[in-house]
């Protein structure tokens, strides 16, 4: 169990669930052309997993001082496992996913796409040792990473397969995608900062310049605000230009995550403890959760 802890396996099923109803929900229902079986799509989610549980081994392995001051209840490194063996699993995952990366892009007969898997191992190994402590940057490139993880299945079962015949469909699978990993990005970010309010104490000794070490917890949460308030914006102008006619959808998204989301910018209002920050980053996932999940509903739109 303490290695399932330490790859954030609950992180990990979650990408695996994304990527399902990407194949399955959205795919397969609009009639896409696509190029990887189930063993190589398989294959390409397992990739996936690797690299991120390894980002997840690398970020615990720079951070041990800092979470012994934001959640020593649940530093592993150096207490159940060994930094030595933690980052054995990193190579070995790391290894893992880039070579099934690379044969999966010879199997598709693109090559070159397997230089998205070494660019999101380098990301997420610069994330964890140098860009994490720099202003926004950290918050932002983890964010893109995120989304890439959305992005990655069109990438791999989509783009190979655009024919002439086929480009509408396959360009309007790619752009629902699309949307969903913007929406991952804007509400991850969102978390990001959120999360640095909560970890400002060990950030501080720890010698990173967060947005919460910058301008402060109360200028922070007023910026969280806002980018929540930009976010249900965002999505109710998303709903009126493309659900307007599906209701399923639309009621879906009103209640299950312009809902949450109005209630997250509430609770964000006035803010200033650190169980206030919890329960906003909860609600977030909470709402990404909800969001991924109405993925499958798209069948349901009427193709124009």
Same mark, same amino acid.
């Not at 970020?59 to 060994?82: Q, R």
């Not at 892009?105 to 998205?116: D, E, T, V, W």
């Given at each position: 169990?303490?290695?399932?802890?330490?790859?954030?396996?609950?992180?990990?099923?979650?990408?695996?669930?994304?990527?399902?109803?990407?194949?399955?929900?959205?795919?397969?229902?609009?009639?896409?052309?696509?190029?990887?079986?189930?063993?190589?799509?398989?294959?390409?989610?397992?990739?996936?997993?690797?690299?991120?549980?390894?980002?997840?081994?690398?970020?615990?392995?720079?951070?041990?001082?800092?979470?012994?001051?934001?959640?020593?209840?649940?530093?592993?490194?150096?207490?159940?496992?060994?930094?030595?063996?933690?980052?054995?699993?990193?190579?070995?995952?790391?290894?893992?996913?880039?070579?099934?990366?690379?044969?999966?892009?010879?199997?598709?007969?693109?090559?070159?796409?397997?230089?998205?898997?070494?660019?999101?191992?380098?990301?997420?190994?610069?994330?964890?040792?140098?860009?994490?402590?720099?202003?926004?940057?950290?918050?932002?490139?983890?964010?893109?990473?995120?989304?890439?993880?959305?992005?990655?299945?069109?990438?791999?079962?989509?783009?190979?397969?655009?024919?002439?015949?086929?480009?509408?469909?396959?360009?309007?699978?790619?752009? =629902?995608? *699309?949307? @969903?990993? $913007? #929406? +991952?990005?804007?509400?991850? &970010?969102?978390?990001?900062?959120? /999360?640095?309010?909560?970890?400002?104490?060990?950030?501080?000794?720890?010698?990173?310049?967060?947005?919460?070490?910058?301008?402060?917890?109360?200028?922070?949460?007023?910026?969280?605000?806002?980018?929540?308030?930009?976010?249900?914006?965002?999505?109710?102008?998303?709903?009126?230009?493309?659900?307007?006619?599906?209701? =399923?959808? *639309?009621? @879906?998204? $009103? #209640? +299950?995550?312009?809902?949450? &989301?109005?209630?997250?910018?509430? /609770?964000?209002?006035?803010?200033?403890?650190?169980?206030?920050?919890?329960?906003?980053?909860?609600?977030?996932?909470?709402?990404?959760?909800?969001?991924?999940?109405?993925?499958?509903?798209?069948?349901?739109?009427?193709?124009?």
């Amino acid at each position: 169990m303490k290695y399932l802890n330490l790859i954030r396996y609950q992180n990990l099923l979650f990408i695996a669930l994304v990527q399902g109803f990407i194949k399955h929900g959205l795919f397969k229902p609009f009639g896409a052309a696509t190029v990887l079986d189930a063993f190589n799509f398989t294959l390409l989610v397992f990739a996936t997993l690797c690299i991120a549980a390894a980002g997840n081994i690398i970020n615990d392995i720079y951070d041990v001082e800092i979470d012994k001051i934001n959640k020593p209840n649940k530093v592993l490194i150096g207490k159940k496992i060994s930094e030595r063996n933690a980052n054995q699993l990193f190579i070995i995952l790391n290894i893992t996913g880039v070579a099934i990366g690379f044969y999966l892009s010879n199997r598709i007969q693109q090559p070159s796409f397997a230089a998205l898997f070494v660019a999101i191992s380098a990301l997420l190994y610069l994330y964890a040792t140098y860009l994490k402590g720099i202003l926004l940057l950290g918050n932002i490139t983890i964010s893109i990473l995120v989304a890439m993880s959305l992005i990655i299945v069109p990438i791999f079962d989509l783009l190979p397969a655009i024919t002439q015949h086929n480009q509408t469909i396959q360009s309007t699978v790619f752009t =629902i995608v *699309l949307h @969903y990993a $913007l #929406f +991952a990005f804007f509400i991850n &970010l969102i978390r990001e900062i959120v /999360k640095d309010l909560q970890d400002i104490n060990g950030d501080k000794k720890g010698g990173k310049n967060t947005l919460a070490i910058a301008i402060g917890r109360k200028r922070t949460i007023t910026i969280v605000f806002i980018l929540g308030v930009l976010l249900v914006f965002g999505i109710v102008f998303y709903m009126y230009e493309n659900l307007y006619n599906t209701q =399923i959808l *639309l009621l @879906y998204f $009103l #209640f +299950a995550i312009v809902g949450p &989301l109005l209630y997250f910018c509430i /609770k964000a209002w006035d803010a200033e403890t650190p169980k206030q920050y919890t329960f906003l980053s909860i609600l977030l996932k909470i709402s990404m959760f909800l969001g991924i999940c109405s993925i499958p509903l798209f069948q349901f739109v009427i193709l124009k």
